[in-house]
């Protein structure tokens, strides 16, 4: 397989979903994203059967501890090694440990334990492997096709959402935890030999040796006082921030209380989250197909405004039809948005700095956000479920005013 490296002029700008280079990039990220969504579900499953569900929900939020705490070390390794190297790396730990664990189940019965430390492993991986993945496109295209890539990405997410969840359930069914875990570590593994396979552009410095290198201190900090210092990357990490924050409490948790309070059940909350996955996976075929849109940062901030608005408007339709057609609105709105801010940051950020950029918004999309969670169920609990989704909208509704207002954020544009 090859493993060859090209200067970063020469990287193919024609049309990504043609390029094969492009093409091994997808398949590779799909097979590790349909693997995580049945690790997962073998995880809670698994945990949920050794356990108490309170013990099973500590198994399943101890990744996330690692996550937010390394993942700016993780952006650094990224820099700093070249971001195929890391990936393939945290990939082949990934895989290892939940192929590790598999047999562990198949031979015995051995309780939470196990379990747990998958869970911190698998967490302190992906504190590596998210911003290495992130930063990887730009080195296997041209910066007029990085758009389309990110709404290539966004429809790989949507697949493996869809296929993970029943191809878990079918390996628990016919086998048990073991055999999902088993097949979690399959689908992880395909991805290795593809991410060996790419074709990577190498920039200036990456040829220097260890000593050679500043420490991973002075690069961590080069990296914050890059992201402080640029006039867009700083205004719309925070927006990105307050659109998470706003959205994430209401979508997740808030949505199972709003459904329980007006007698939806279990089979609403599929309706729902079934509309806003239409949504979000249309926004995501129309940016891989069209490669951008002009007017990026404009359309960005009244998408963001948009889709806060219909957040809100969730908690008050009259029944599960109308508000899966809101979700299909908030799906599509978010979606849209999501895809612009993830291009902006992609296109808008020296390749030598994307694990650091990444890391930073990975943070606040992965740490910051899901506390968001917890939060809204105690403010559902005391005030309902209107006034919560309110506020949550207000404040991602902020993350739109904010890019209004900021000049450079406002007029920033895509590359043709």
Known sequence: MSTTSIPLATVSDGPAHRDPNVLRWLGAYTASMVGDNVYYLALTWAAVQAGTPAQAGIVAAVSAVPRALLMLGGGVLADRFGPRKVVIGSDAVRCAAVLAVAALLFATTPGLWPLALLALVFGTVDAVFMPAVSALPARITGRGQLTRVQGMRGLAIRFANVVGAPLGGLGIALGGPA??????????????????????????????????????????????????????????????????????????????????????????????????GVGAGTAALLIAVRGGLPHAGRVMAVTILAGSVAVGALAYVPNVVAAAGVAVLVGLLTGLSGALCGALLQTRTDPAYLGRVSSVSGIVSLGLAPLSMPVSAAAIGAWGTGPVFVVSAAVCGLGGVLALCVRDLRRAELPK
């Open 179 to 276: 055999a999902a875990f088993g097949l979690a570590g399959l689908l992880i593994a395909v991805s290795v030999p593809l991410l060996v396979s790419l074709r990577v552009a190498v920039l200036p410095g990456d040829d220097r040796t260890a000593t050679e290198r500043p420490t991973a201190w002075s690069d961590l900090r080069d990296g914050l006082r890059y992201i402080r210092g640029h006039r867009v990357l700083a205004p719309l990490i925070v927006a990105i921030a307050l659109g998470d924050l706003g959205f994430v409490g209401p979508l997740n948790v808030g949505l199972t209380l709003l459904a329980d309070e007006r007698g939806w059940g279990a089979s609403g909350v599929g309706w729902v989250l079934a509309g806003f």
